[in-house]
């Protein structure tokens, strides 16, 4: 069974830079992508960017895209996602997530980390 636990979130001021990380287990990660959400008190959940663990392409929401970075390390099972020039727009709960390649729904999701970007 696949877990995945995040953090690095915090407080930090518009123009700031954080860097989450999860760390996954459960299983080989060979065939699978790996992605960060995020959700804003009283909005769904979003998808952020995500990753294939295997060859590596990347794909980003728009509204990210130039500002975050998001990475593997295939070794020791951890996914990044490396945020610079944070906006208060990117304020919310971020949600590491993980599924099989052949699929579209995201089967394993983290318990969250807080990212709170003040102006």
């Known amino acids: 069974q696949v877990q995945l636990v995040e953090s690095g979130g915090g407080l930090v001021q518009a123009g700031g830079s954080l860097r989450l990380s999860c760390a996954a287990s459960g299983r080989t990660f060979s065939s699978y992508v790996m992605g960060w959400f995020r959700q804003a008190p009283g909005k769904e959940r979003e998808f952020v960017a995500s990753i294939n663990w295997t060859y590596g392409n990347t794909y980003y929401a728009d509204s990210v895209k130039g500002r975050f970075t998001i990475s593997r390390d295939n070794a020791k099972k951890w996914v990044y996602l490396q945020m610079n020039s944070l906006k208060p727009d990117d304020t919310g709960v971020y949600y590491c997530?993980?599924?099989?390649?052949?699929?579209?729904?995201?089967?394993?999701w983290g318990q969250g980390t807080q990212v709170t970007v003040s102006s």
């Open positions: 997530a993980a599924r099989d390649t052949r699929a579209t729904k995201w089967s394993s």
